[in-house]
């Protein structure tokens, strides 16, 4: 028999009630598994709040796998009392028995499954495919693969939800502040997102706010507090005035600045140096903040677009870098970039602002935003495409890159519906 590891024993003991999958108690006592619990993610046993009945009487407490049972020595659970509360060791080779500290032995059970499982297993995490179902996912009944891709998105989200809520805590619970700092990161999506949220640090939203009529002003804070003025000659009138500006009303900023050597221009479009990003952040503060404010009445997505078409001040129509003429071209916002700054900060955050308010017409506004953005196009949906997986919006372009990044390229195919669903009833070998 091939190899295996206690990763696809758990999610054996998740899918014990398929075909081909069988769960047989230790010492000829009788097991009913109600419920196989739920995965735990952190240190103790694997699964909590299982349910089973053992010669009749209901147990409800934690499971513990391994695939010997003298295993549970290996891994250090004899001194852990946490381990008393397992109601059922459950293993594929039942070499010893385990007791808890009070000396009763655990009660026992031996998993067994078909060889087929363990082979279409095996076939996925051998595959050189860029998909590991790759020529199996089109016989996925496309039920499974709208639940799997429902998930998702939420899942992503709730990982930056983890990160948000972190430096909500850091900005005093200040909510404007935190939206901001978040409007920061996605201006500078993808390669300037350090130094735009440095940026955000520099510089308080309230005092962004209070100068926001004036947008020479804020564009002098801005590039000045990102380290811009300081390094160049001014070569023209515009230059020289930004330079008067910053050190008329910069002073009550403090002494520090983003590095100038952390924004990267390489390999961009002009289009997205973080000269012009700056710049049209500028026009953007002016025109929507406090921002908070238009957020709470969950504008439609046709008012989004309205409120971020800003464009840079006169002087970046013919340049894109300080004192470097550059041909004519007006330097709006795009709406490509108006679409990836909702996808990756408007409806994250109203996801977020929702979940912890306990509001829920935000949560779902999130998603419904998301709905009525067109999907992203790029390599990876192009390939599921070509497998049956066509993203209609942006909720799904944005699971099936997710799905992609943190599920298919670490093949893990145990933790995905769709790959469960093959293993479980994928084609046979030949």
Request: aromatic share 12%; with cysteine; proline share 5%.
């Amino acid at each position: 028999m091939q190899s295996f590891n206690e990763a696809f024993l758990h999610f054996l003991w998740k899918n014990q009630e398929l075909k081909g999958v069988e769960i047989i108690p230790v010492y000829g006592i009788s097991l009913e598994v109600i419920h196989p619990g739920e995965t735990n993610p952190d240190a103790g046993p694997d699964f909590f709040n299982a349910q089973v009945r053992l010669d009749g009487t209901l147990w409800a407490g934690n499971v513990e796998i391994h695939i010997n049972a003298s295993d549970w020595f290996k891994h250090g659970h004899t001194e852990d009392s946490s381990y008393d509360s397992v109601i059922l060791h459950v293993v594929y080779y039942h070499d010893c028995d385990i007791t808890r500290s009070g000396k009763e032995i655990i009660p026992a059970a031996m998993i067994r499954f078909v060889p087929g499982l363990l082979t279409r297993y095996h076939r996925m995490l051998d595959s050189a495919s860029w998909l590991p179902c790759d020529g199996e996912i089109r016989s996925v009944p496309s039920v499974i693969r709208t639940q799997a891709l429902s998930s998702l998105l939420v899942e992503k989200w709730e990982k930056r939800c983890s990160e948000m809520e972190t430096q909500r805590s850091e900005l005093n619970n200040h909510w404007e502040a935190l939206l901001h700092h978040q409007v920061c990161r996605g201006f500078g999506v993808p390669v300037n997102t350090v130094p735009f949220e440095m940026l955000a640090t520099l510089i308080p939203v309230n005092e962004l706010i209070r100068i926001k009529t004036n947008l020479f002003s804020l564009e002098a804070m801005l590039f000045g507090q990102a380290g811009m003025l300081d390094t160049v000659i001014p070569k023209d009138i515009y230059m020289e005035s930004l330079v008067r500006e910053y050190r008329r009303i910069g002073n009550r900023l403090g002494n520090n600045r983003v590095p100038s050597y952390i924004w990267k221009y390489m390999r961009m479009r002009p289009s997205s140096f973080p000269t012009i990003r700056i710049a049209q952040l500028a026009a953007f503060i002016q025109q929507s903040y406090p921002l908070m404010g238009w957020l709470k009445k969950r504008p439609t997505l046709e008012e989004w677009t309205a409120l971020c078409r800003v464009r840079c001040s006169d002087y970046w129509n013919n340049h894109y870098r300080f004192g470097k003429p550059s041909g004519f071209q007006r330097k709006k916002v795009g709406i490509r970039f108006i679409q990836g700054f909702l996808v990756n900060t408007i409806a994250p955050f109203s996801f977020f602002f929702g979940k912890q308010q306990g509001k829920k017409e935000y949560t779902e506004y999130a998603i419904a935003l998301m709905e009525d953005l067109p999907p992203e196009k790029n390599y990876v949906t192009s390939r599921w495409r070509k497998n049956g997986l066509n993203a209609e919006n942006a909720f799904e372009s944005q699971s099936i890159l997710y799905l992609y990044k943190q599920y298919c390229k670490a093949k893990r195919c145990l933790e995905c519906q769709i790959g469960n669903y093959v293993i479980l009833h994928g084609k046979e070998d030949k």
